[in-house]
T-cell receptor
Framework: QQQVKQSPQSLIVQKGGISIINCAYE??????FPWYQQFPGKGPALLIA?????SEKKEGRFTISFNKSAKQFSLHIMDSQPGDSATYFC????????????FGSGTKLNVKP | ETGVTQSPTHLIKTRGQQVTLRCSSQ?????VSWYQQALGQGPQFIFQ???????GRGNFPPRFSGLQFPNYSSELNVNALELDDSALYLC?????????????FGPGTRLTVL
């Protein structure tokens, strides 16, 4: 059973457009939700993260929106650039002594110039 | 400050063989987690080491084992390799073992089992 479901699987956006990637989770014990960016041949790199006590977090062109009641969160990339073309993973973990992350299946973003 | 490093970069093995993958954690990090990432999938948690002891395990068989050394570097060992073990193996380190601690990933080791 997949703990975190991510959509879409792939996304094509024009340069300057908004990229939106969605994730949903079932386990209400999750309380840390990071987004990772992965380029081919590289490991995932932390992009931005949120905790459920806030509904939105913004860092530069990247924004996480969080809906606790719906158990959903999403990544918005404003003014998307060709350099943003990568695979994006959402993840979730619980507040415990166990640093286990549950990852979504990934979204491959292609930003066309 | 150096990031997480892994070796080797690529590895080709045959079914039934054994493999050892290595990871050096980021400076100051005492927790190392290992993930398996199949092609086109998200990383799947294998296990975590905290101060040289296994601190938790995902849904992987016992032929996947590990070690953490006093300098917090780590090894992942896989015995009796199967074709389905072909994947990118990622190591991630964090400052502490709690669930909200950011994990910093290495570049991974690409394992191919023929």
């Amino acid at each position: 059973q997949q703990q975190v479901k991510q959509s879409p699987q792939s996304l094509i956006v024009q340069k300057g457009g908004i990229s939106i990637i969605n994730c949903a989770y079932e386990n209400t014990a999750f309380d840390y939700f990071p987004w990772y960016q992965q380029f081919p041949g590289k490991g995932p790199a932390l992009l931005i993260a949120i905790r459920p006590d806030v509904s939105e977090k913004k860092e530069g062109r990247f924004t996480i929106s969080f809906n606790k009641s719906a158990k959903q969160f999403s990544l918005h990339i404003m003014d998307s650039q060709p350099g943003d073309s990568a695979t994006y993973f959402c993840a979730a973990s619980k507040r415990d002594n166990f640093n286990k992350f549950y990852f979504g299946s990934g979204t491959k973003l292609n930003v066309k110039p | 400050e150096t990031g997480v490093t892994q070796s080797p970069t690529h590895l080709i093995k045959t079914r039934g063989q054994q493999v050892t993958l290595r990871c050096s954690s980021q400076s100051g990090h005492n927790t190392v987690s290992w993930y398996q990432q199949a092609l086109g999938q998200g990383p799947q948690f294998i296990f975590q080491y905290y101060r040289e002891e296994e601190n938790g395990r995902g849904n992987f068989p016992p032929r996947f084992s590990g070690l953490q050394f006093p300098n917090y570097s780590s090894e992942l060992n896989v015995n009796a390799l199967e074709l389905d073990d072909s994947a990118l193996y990622l190591c991630a380190s964090s400052l502490a073992r709690g669930g909200a601690n950011t994990q910093y990933f290495g570049p991974g080791t690409r394992l191919t089992v023929l």
